[in-house]
């Protein structure tokens, strides 16, 4: 077993010529960036909280074969995995984020399930958000500093081919000596897990909340719609803004004199309430009105722009996209909540803003790991059209 330090203290650089063959979708516009002016590509996750080169050749020489690979895209590793059905799925390194799930479909062929952008970053570096990432925070009774769950180390790969590929990973940003969180993702022939564990280490207790966030790709949120949420409740939120969430820029609440309030800020809110404190506008299209409800329809209709927490929800319930004839199934354990969000109709087909966000939520009531505790939870990805 390759130890974090032996991975993290040998980078090796990364040439402007290195091909990035890890996904179809993003190779164009990664290599479209990388060749802005810059010679060299540097592939970051905004605001990441922890920067750690990753050493591709050594992960591969380490861990490769059996149906998974690596290969470095500037101070990040793309990590490869594919089974013999066909069915693959792409994460990257350090971020943790899951660019790409294409199950193995009943036409005989693979299907893009998760929507991603890449778009240039202010020094020339390409920018990836969307795919599955994780957007939680954990503080305790002594300590109120979130933990932002965008570095992560590999420590190990197990499986086969044939049946499941499973790649463990361990966050390394935590505080010292607050908690071991690690999370296992699996590929299975027909499902796509990712599995977050969280033991307490502190003698005091700890609280831990926020939402897996899985941008499902669909044609237009006007053809897709959301089968098994009738009579759950609901709550309007503000839309999860994290580094790699893909928000429209008229979506969320602005602050009166100002287009937009970043990520930083929202983050320096949560830590200190009375921080920056101003007058804030609704957006007049986001639902403000209705705070709370329930939800009426067993096929929900995902057309207008809505961002909600639903409760007392079934433990999966399957999103149905007419334009792409296709089907997710997303399930959850662990959580009470589901997180669904969706820019709405207005922009165009198959482009930036034609997805949805779901996933499973500890938003309105954190989870309480007492001493020693141990939590886990998960979020699956179940593809159905086998």
Sequence with gaps: MASTASIISNPSPLSSSRPLKHLRNLHSQLLFVSR????????????SSVSLPVNADYLETEFGGHGVGFEGVGDSCVVKMRLRNGSAATLMLPSGLITSYKPYMWHGAT???????????????????GGVSMDFKIGG?????PWIPSSWSLQGVRGSPEKSIQVELVSVSPEKNMAEIKCLVTLDKDCLGSELTVANQKSSALEFSGSFISHL??????????????????????PVSSQFSIIP????????????????????????????????????????????????EDYAPMTEKMSRVYTNAPREFTIIDRGRRNSVVIRRSGFDEFYVLSPGSEHDW??????????????LTPVRLEA????RGAQYLHNPNL
């Design 217 to 238: 790709k669909v044609s237009t949120p006007d053809a897709a719609y959301a089968v098994g949420l009738q009579g759950s409740n609901y709550h309007s939120k503000q």
């Design 249 to 296: 820029p008229d979506f969320t609440k602005r602050r009166r004199g100002s287009s937009s309030t970043s990520w930083t800020e929202n983050m320096l809110r949560e830590l200190m309430p009375s921080w920056g404190s101003t007058e804030e506008v609704d957006d007049e299209d986001f639902e403000t009105e209705e705070l709370e409800g329930e939800e009426p």
């Design 350 to 363: 198959y482009g930036k803003y034609a997805y949805l966000c779901i996933g499973p939520s500890a938003k």
């Design 36 to 47: 802005h002016r810059r010679p060299s590509l540097s592939v970051r996750s905004m605001a």
């Design 141 to 145: 009774d002594e300590c109120s500093i």
């Design 372 to 375: 020693g505790d141990v939590w």
């Design 111 to 129: 299907f893009e399930v998760l929507h991603t952008a890449v778009t240039e970053g202010e020094n020339g570096e390409a920018v990836v958000q």
